[in-house]
């Protein structure tokens, strides 16, 4: 208990509200992303981690926690890879959502926009 009373002393409002703005984060990321095929793949990612993670902190397994301290990076580039599509359409459905008195950008605009769009989705496919 006398932990407990030692954590709840150590938070400030400050940081309240950071884990509340990560919490809304990761909550419209899952909203964005529900009902499509990127839900199974993230289950399984999680699960996959979660048990990497629990076998390498009940063993002391070096060569594992190297490998995982090292492939972190790489993950932060691969999941925006293999998510991609989803990533996309989930853009394309929030810039649907912004009222028509906001998007008020010209035809030519529009089109740099859908160009560079393209490009990343280009740059993707090919990572």
Known sequence: ??????????????????????????????????????????????IVLLLVLIIRSLFSLPTLGWLLDNALPALLVTIPVVFQPELRRALENLGHTIPRARRSWSSTAAQEMRQVLDELDKAGSEL
């Open 1 to 46: 208990m006398s932990q407990v009373l030692w954590l709840l002393s150590r938070i400030d409002p400050l940081n309240l509200v950071d884990i509340l703005l990560v919490a809304l984060l990761f909550y419209g990321l899952l909203t964005l992303l529900q009902g499509t095929r990127a839900v199974p793949l993230m289950r399984g990612l999680i």
